[in-house]
Every structure is written in structure tokens, then in C-alpha cells.
């Protein structure tokens, strides 16, 4: 635990100003109430001063003291996580009588294989139906008549500005909707959208041009799908902001002035 | 042993193998609830994708149920509630439906399941799409299931909504009558469109005072 050059990440020695100096006390800490207990007669004050009164080998001890110290609250607190974790696992099953944790582990796994078998039979009859896990994907296809479009498919988690973030987004990539399809369940919302240039906003020629290059034709149009990948993924990554490992999601209440009144 | 159970975790979970032990116990309890309530609401969800309003190829189906008596409001069903924006002076942009024209009908109907409605709409504003749906998610409603899609150089849009509260589907109505009338007005317009709809909603307003003539129609 001590000794070795490599552990000075731990204790920066060789880093010194007077909020990082360990022998510097500006509230309570471990190395104060430490040195305090070691060297109670000489409360430390000062660096200089405590390196005086300690030899090398006595302040490695206390380092090492320390830092084991430390890391045993955050082993503590780690495993009173993983505990309440376990706790709230179990009371989510629907019926267990296991008590301890490598069979309710065993049960967790069994329901999750059940659960996801059966909503993967659901999603195919349904394919509309939300993921449990955030997906994304966008890629060219054709309307009945033959036009070009964009299918962009984005699952996340539900929000009341999520559909706020998708108008802004297609606005700054000058797109336009012309077919969008939401499912929203338990939480998680899948949104289908069929987009294409708009003509009205479009200045620039950000879009391929008709020209005989087929190869910059194609450079062109892979770079449109990964800017508008990268954009919705922002989106769709904003939704985690809110998400903290808990299984209900945080609404925000949007200043509204939708407030129904007659 | 617990070992061997986390290792099989790690495979059924998503990105299970790089994270540690507390993060890995995350992730079903984030992905249970909303699997269970997958197996038990999905069932629900159907959308016919059929229209009350206008038919996929764009002919309009209200001109059938439309009778002389109520210009204002009457049923479809026993449980619809349809009520046609009606306008005497044609502006050129509006569709004519027989000697009356029909703009931006909007119905809301009850479904079986408490808090939940239909609500499907006939849209001229092209400047406005995804703003609708945003504007049915502000009201308070959670879409289960919404299409929108132009039909007809319309945009047509049927959402299936639960509602976070109670609320009559008149409330509903009038509040999205309300919103899409400042938000079409807040966009593009053309002037004379903007005054006509500012006469829609003054009708309407009217006309939700007044009795029906003829047949029994019930708002709330």
C-alpha cells in the first residue's frame, strides 16, 4: 500500500499548495484527525514544521494509514450499493423466496431471459414497440413514388422536450418531416420519422448535387447520414441526463403556456 | 457460485461485460419494469391506421356524415365527438364540402381504457408537423401511439393519448383548437388565413352555447 512511487497518485507529495497539502488541516479530514491522533501534542500548523518532528518512514505510515482508511469507507459504501441494488432487484421479481444472492441472481437472469423472449415475440408483430436499450439508426429509402427520404428510428427514454429537441434539430439540418410514427411505452419512446430536404430553408447545397460524379454522389450522402446520425444521437443521449439508475424517469414540467383553460 | 451468476449476467446485459459489479446490478433494474410493462400493455397498443376524416387517397369521408341540421357539432357513434370548423366565407385555400367548407376538423373520442382518447386531426398548416405531436405531449398526454403523415397535400394525424389527469375531451378540443390557432398564427401565414382562423375559434365559441338543432349531441 505504501513504499512505491507509483502510490504518490494517492498523496500527491510532490504537489503542494495549501488546500492539497496533507499536513495542512482546513476542516476535518482523515490525514488531520490522523496526525492529530499520532502527534497529539503538536497539532500541525505547518509542512515545514511536521517535517521536522516526523522521519520519512512515519509519514509513509501515515500516508498509507490514510489511504487505506479511505478506501475502505468506499469499499463500505460500494457494497452497501450493491446491496440496496440486490434489495430492490428482489422486490422487483415477482415471487422469491430465495434469500440468498447467487440464487437471486439466478432467478433475476431467469426472468430477464423470460421477459426478453417474450418482448421480442411482441416486436415482431409490433415493431414499433420501444427497446429497453437506446437505439438509433438512419438510413435511405424510397417513398411509393420513387423520392428519396431518410428513415431515422430513435428509441429513448421519454421526455416532455424530447419531441422540443427533434423540431430544433431537423430545423438546424434543414429537414423536413413528412411521415413520423410514435410509440411511447412504459416510459421508453420510439419515434420513426421519414425526412427529406427542405426546399424552402435550403440556401446552401448541403444535399448531393445531380452531377455525372457518382463517387461524391455517394461521399456526399454518407456524410448527410452521419451528420444527421450524430445529431439525433445527441438527442437521443440528452435523455440520459435525467436517468440517475432509477427505474422511473424524472419528468420536467415544461413552462407551459398550454395550460388548458376556455 | 455468485460468480458464475454475474458472468451469465454480464452476457444477457447489454455492454454487461466492460462495467463494474454495482453499475452491471443497474441495468435490470432499469430494464425489468419497462420489459414487464412490454409483456402487459402491447397487446393494447393497436392503431387501425383507418381515418375518420379522410380516406388514404385523400377523399374525404366526413361529407358523408355531415346533415344539414348542426353546423357546429354532432356525433359519430355513441361515443365521438366531431366537431367541423365551419366557415361561411370561403377563403381560396380552404376545401370545400359541398356548400360548407371544412377546415382543420379535429376529433376526440374516449377509448375503453380510463384516461385514454383518440384524438385525429386534419391539419392545412404545412408549416407545422412534429409541432403538433408537441403540442399534444404539452397538453398533459403521453402518445401511445401516433401517425402523422400528409395526405391529400393535408397533414393527417391520429394520436391514441392517455392522459397524466382526468380531463373531458372537450377540454382537450378546445385547448388544442386554441394552440394550433396561435401557432399557425405565430408561423407563415398568409394574412387572410390568420383572420379566418381567429373566426373559426370565435364560431366555435359561439356555437358551443347554443343548443344543436335537430338531433341530441352530447360534448362531455
Request: aromatic residues 6%; proline residues 4%; contains cysteine.
Amino acid at each position: 500500500m505504501y513504499g512505491s512511487g507509483n502510490r504518490s497518485s494517492i498523496l500527491p507529495w510532490n504537489s503542494f499548495n495549501t488546500l492539497e497539502d496533507p499536513f495542512i488541516f482546513h476542516g476535518s479530514s482523515y490525514y488531520g484527525d490522523l496526525f492529530n491522533k499520532i502527534i497529539p501534542q503538536f497539532p500541525c500548523q505547518d509542512h515545514n514544521e511536521v517535517q521536522k518532528m516526523m522521519n520519512s518512514q512515519e509519514i509513509m505510515d501515515a500516508k498509507a494509514l490514510a489511504a487505506s482508511k479511505s478506501h475502505s469507507e468506499a469499499e463500505r459504501r460500494r457494497r452497501e450499493r450493491i446491496n440496496n441494488h440486490l434489495a430492490k432487484l428482489r422486490s422487483l421479481l415477482p415471487s422469491t423466496t430465495k434469500t440468498d444472492k447467487a440464487s437471486l441472481l439466478a432467478e433475476v437472469i431467469q426472468h430477464v431471459k423470460e421477459l426478453k423472449r417474450q418482448t421480442s415475440q411482441i416486436a415482431q408483430t409490433n415493431p414499433l414497440i420501444p427497446t429497453e436499450i437506446n437505439e438509433l439508426t438512419v438510413d435511405y429509402c424510397n417513398n411509393e413514388e420513387g423520392n428519396f427520404m431518410i428513415k431515422a428510428s430513435l428509441c429513448c427514454e421519454d421526455r416532455s422536450d424530447l419531441l422540443h429537441d427533434l423540431i430544433k434539430t431537423l430545423k438546424s439540418l434543414r429537414l423536413k418531416t413528412l411521415k413520423a410514427e410514435i410509440t411511447t411505452l412504459g416510459g421508453r419512446v420510439r419515434n420513426v420519422l421519414f425526412i427529406t430536404r427542405d426546399q424552402q430553408q435550403d440556401d446552401d447545397d448541403t444535399w448531393p448535387i445531380n452531377d455525372n460524379d457518382n463517387d461524391n454522389d455517394d461521399d456526399q450522402m454518407q456524410y448527410c447520414l452521419r451528420s444527421i446520425q450524430e445529431a439525433l444521437k445527441e438527442v437521443m443521449e440528452k435523455s440520459n441526463g435525467n436517468d440517475s439508475g432509477n427505474s422511473g424517469s424524472i419528468k420536467r414540467q415544461r413552462t407551459s403556456n398550454n395550460n388548458i383553460h376556455y | 457460485m455468485i460468480q458464475d451468476r454475474v458472468k451469465e449476467l454480464r452476457e444477457i446485459v447489454p455492454n454487461g461485460a466492460m462495467c463494474s459489479i454495482d453499475a452491471l446490478f443497474e441495468r435490470p433494474i432499469k430494464h425489468m419494469p419497462f420489459l414487464q410493462s412490454v409483456t402487459k400493455h402491447a397487446d393494447k397498443l393497436k392503431q387501425t391506421g383507418e381515418s375518420m376524416i379522410i380516406s388514404k387517397e385523400g377523399g374525404l369521408l366526413l361529407k358523408d356524415n355531415l346533415e344539414g341540421g348542426a353546423k357546429w357539432a354532432y356525433e359519430v357513434g355513441s361515443q365521438s365527438m366531431v366537431c367541423p370548423i365551419i366557415v361561411e366565407d370561403l377563403p381560396p385555400w380552404a376545401y370545400e364540402v359541398g356548400s360548407q367548407s371544412m377546415v382543420c376538423p379535429i376529433i376526440v373520442e374516449d377509448l375503453n381504457q380510463p384516461r385514454q382518447m383518440l384524438v385525429e386531426m386534419l391539419c392545412e398548416e404545412r408549416d407545422l408537423f412534429l409541432e403538433i405531436a408537441d403540442i399534444i405531449r404539452g397538453l398533459g398526454l403521453t402518445i401511445l401511439m401516433g401517425v402523422m403523415e400528409t395526405r391529400n397535400d393535408k397533414i393527417w394525424a391520429q394520436f391514441v393519448v392517455e392522459a397524466n389527469r382526468d380531463v373531458t375531451r372537450m377540454e382537450i378540443f378546445i385547448s388544442l383548437v386554441r394552440l394550433l390557432e396561435q401557432t399557425a398564427k405565430g408561423g407563415t401565414e398568409p394574412v387572410n388565413a390568420a383572420d379566418n382562423n381567429t373566426t373559426m375559434v370565435h364560431s366555435f365559441h359561439q356555437a358551443a352555447t347554443l343548443p344543436a338543432t335537430g338531433r341530441s349531441c352530447s360534448l362531455l
